[in-house]
């Protein structure tokens, strides 16, 4: 195995919620360089925990985290690989414009003044919302400032993207809409994607790989290629057909098994 077949190499790792109640238990992952890779897993099972293990905010009870070689600290300045952070909600502060909104987070990063100007259009060109760059955030939709929360997150120009559930508030069309560009973009860079869901259509139609998680606490139940050349099509029988498999695959681990036996015999 290469050094960038492991950019990301998680070995062991537990974590809690408190200091008490297991979310993370003996995970292992690896993800390549470049690569996007799904995180799928039932509701509460701990997918965001591991994200937050992963950024260095929560630090682990055991294990090991290393991003490029590095550990993961448990906290920023440590010299370790610059993180984007996408979540479910955008987190927009209202009394600031896009463009505002977008400097913030460039600045906190040491981006030169004379380039933040530059990143916030080039980002905002990017996801197609370059006309909102002056408009206040509540004055955007749901689908305009989750675009607004990517590219405040990929402006910094972070070599390993998080993302968690980002879509899963927005209408399927929008949610849709969303997961092309977001494909499209990763197309078009060379940076690592982690991406959070509990929607195994969603991690089908992006993922190159999906780390399928058991219920909580969390660990790696198993690992399924996605065989489906890119551009996709998220209509496509052939992931209509792996959906399927997926599900019954989890659905005993996913504590499911006997409530499906007894809702088909009804």
């Given at each position: 195995m290469t050094h960038s077949d492991h950019y990301i190499r998680v070995t062991g790792l537990d974590v809690s919620y408190d200091g008490f109640t297991p979310a993370v238990t003996d995970l292992n992952m690896d993800v390549a360089e470049g690569e996007f890779v799904a995180v799928l897993g039932p509701s509460g099972c701990g997918k965001s925990t591991l994200l937050h293990a992963i950024s260095g905010v929560v630090p682990p009870q055991s294990g090991t985290i290393e991003i490029a070689g590095r550990p993961v600290g448990s906290g920023r300045g440590d010299g370790s690989v610059p993180i984007g952070y996408v979540l479910q909600e955008h987190r927009l502060l209202p009394w600031r414009t896009v463009a505002q909104n977008i400097a913030i987070v460039l600045r906190a990063a040491g981006v030169p003044d004379d380039e933040?100007?530059?990143?916030?259009?080039?980002?905002?060109?990017?996801?197609?919302?370059?006309k909102f760059r002056d408009t206040w955030p509540l004055r955007l939709s749901g689908g305009q400032r989750q675009r607004v929360s990517i590219a405040r997150a990929l402006a910094v120009e972070p070599a390993v993207v998080l993302m968690d559930?980002?879509?899963?508030?927005?209408?399927?069309?929008?949610?849709?809409?969303?997961?092309?560009?977001?494909?499209?973009?990763w197309e078009e860079s060379s940076q690592t994607i982690v991406f959070v869901t509990h929607s195994i259509r969603e991690a089908l139609f992006?993922?190159?790989?999906?780390?399928?998680?058991?219920?909580?606490?969390?660990?790696?139940?198993d690992t399924i290629e996605v065989p489906v050349s890119r551009p996709r099509r998220y209509e496509d029988p052939r992931l209509t057909e792996l959906e399927a498999q997926i599900v019954e695959h989890v659905m005993d681990e996913w504590g499911y098994g006997a409530t499906a036996g007894e809702d088909a015999q009804r």
């Open positions: 933040v100007d530059l990143r916030i259009d080039r980002y905002l060109n990017m996801l197609h919302i370059s559930e980002p879509f899963s508030t927005l209408d399927e069309v929008t949610a849709r809409v969303m997961r092309q560009q977001l494909a499209e973009l992006l993922a190159g790989r999906i780390f399928i998680l058991t219920q909580g606490p969390a660990r790696v139940f």
